[in-house]
């Protein structure tokens, strides 16, 4: 199901803390355009097919990434492109945006798209793995 522009904004306005939603739309446009250079094939559709058309254009046609960024670096990428922000205030953007994209997702297509990104990208999405016991 296609989560609205309005809802999706909203919850991210609620998970960040944003006053406005401005805000919370800068922060899902720059994060999602940078996941979008990271996350390939079917799982970025699916995952596109789920958010409002706005931001699903924005993760389907990013600049393409040269390497995996590990979450340290996606957050710093993030910090950079986002006007006054610190590597603080990009790792609460990271995680208001990707934690509302990953309820839109669901459980199973959150999984797969992790399963393209480099390790510690799980919290980011707010959704830790757990460790199974050996």
């Excluded at 306005?13 to 406005?20: H, L």
């Excluded at 979450?71 to 990271?94: L, M, N, S």
Aim: with cysteine; glycine share 6%.
């Amino acid at each position: 199901m296609v989560m609205r522009w309005e809802a999706f904004l909203d919850e991210v306005r609620e998970r960040g803390r944003y006053e406005t939603t401005e805000e919370a739309a800068r922060a899902a446009r720059t994060v999602l355009a940078l996941l979008g250079a990271h996350v390939v094939g079917e799982a970025r559709a699916e995952l596109a097919a789920r958010l409002p058309e706005e931001l699903a254009l924005i993760l389907v046609n990013p600049l393409p990434a040269r390497e995996p960024l590990s979450p340290e670096r996606f957050v710093r990428a993030t910090a950079a492109w986002i006007e006054g922000a610190t590597e603080q205030t990009a790792a609460w953007d990271i995680g208001a945006v990707l934690s509302t994209a990953a309820d839109a997702a669901g459980e199973e297509l959150t999984g797969r798209i992790l399963l393209q990104l480099p390790a510690g990208y799980d919290l980011l999405f707010g959704c830790p793995r757990r460790v199974q016991p050996a």
